[in-house]
């Protein structure tokens, strides 16, 4: 069966997945659940489910609404409390969504939240505010470890898997990418089709695991010039990878 994915627009910057056949589908982080039954209405669409990837209320704001309305089952990380979970979920647990034909695995990538998840299928994965084109999530609850470990476990999926993330951040994740990595051609280049993309008003995301291995600096923490970047913005003569990371982490919150 077909799928088509289509990021509705909330807030500012939020997007919302929607992942639809003919007739069913299943969204992803409902902030408003205004655009939302927009398209659904507009598609003819029945909601089957909803997917959660943590609690913050720009990514569930919408859930109680729709499930009113669809008495939809709604998927969600098991170590966050979100009332409207009725499936909570762990690492390596499994969703399948009949009606779409789809089955998705569960990873646990906290750092952002305490008990974040990532939905991966068909080489596609939606991970809310965990990674970013061209950056991640704030440490709002997780540590510098737990993010790192996040990330790395996403660096482990297929070069080719798409990265779908929750928010319009790639024009000033990228700008912040060159402070901190320069020399870098390929993320040179990437800022600048970006910037004409934007410019468009045409979305950055998804992107794909292998532009973000190249460019993004939080998956690059391990790399010469990211070590000297966070080198000269230590009192220390040699860093650990968690170390890097949370010197590029602060110089970002700083940026």
């Known amino acids: 069966m077909a799928i088509t994915i289509q ?20 969204i992803v982080d409902p902030g408003d659940a205004t655009p939302i039954l927009e ?29 009113q309305k669809f008495n939809c089952p709604v998927y969600g990380p098991a170590q966050e409390n979100i009332h409207e979970v009725d499936h909570p979920l762990h690492q390596d647990d499994e969703v399948t969504i009949e009606s779409l034909h789809t089955k998705f695995k569960i990873f646990d990538i906290p750092g952002h939240t305490k008990g974040h998840i990532g939905y991966f299928s068909q080489n596609r994965l939606f991970c809310g505010d965990t990674l970013f084109a061209g950056g991640c999530g704030r ?22 898997t798409q990265i ?31 910037e004409q993309l934007r410019m468009k008003g045409i ?9 973000e291995l190249e460019t993004n600096p939080f998956l690059r923490c391990g790399q010469k010039a990211l070590i000297q970047t966070a080198l000269a913005h230590s009192q220390q003569s040699e860093l650990s990878k968690t170390e890097v990371f949370s010197i590029i982490r602060a110089l970002k919150d700083k940026f």
């Open 7 to 26: 990021a509705i627009q909330g807030f500012t910057d939020n997007y919302f997945w929607l992942l639809a056949s003919k007739t069913h589908a299943v």
């Open 164 to 194: 779908y993330c929750a928010h319009e951040y790639t024009l000033s994740n990228l700008r912040f990418a060159l402070s901190v990595e320069p020399n870098n051609l390929t993320l040179q280049e990437r800022f600048k089709q970006t």
């Open 139 to 160: 440490l709002f609850e997780g540590t510098p470890q737990q993010m790192l470990q996040s990330l790395e476990k996403i660096a482990g999926l297929p070069l080719s």
């Open 203 to 211: 979305a950055t995301v998804p992107s794909t695991l292998t532009i």
């Open 39 to 67: 398209v659904l209405n507009s598609k003819n669409l029945t909601l089957s489910a909803i997917l959660l990837t943590h609690h913050h209320r720009d990514h569930i704001g919408g859930v109680a609404e729709l499930k």
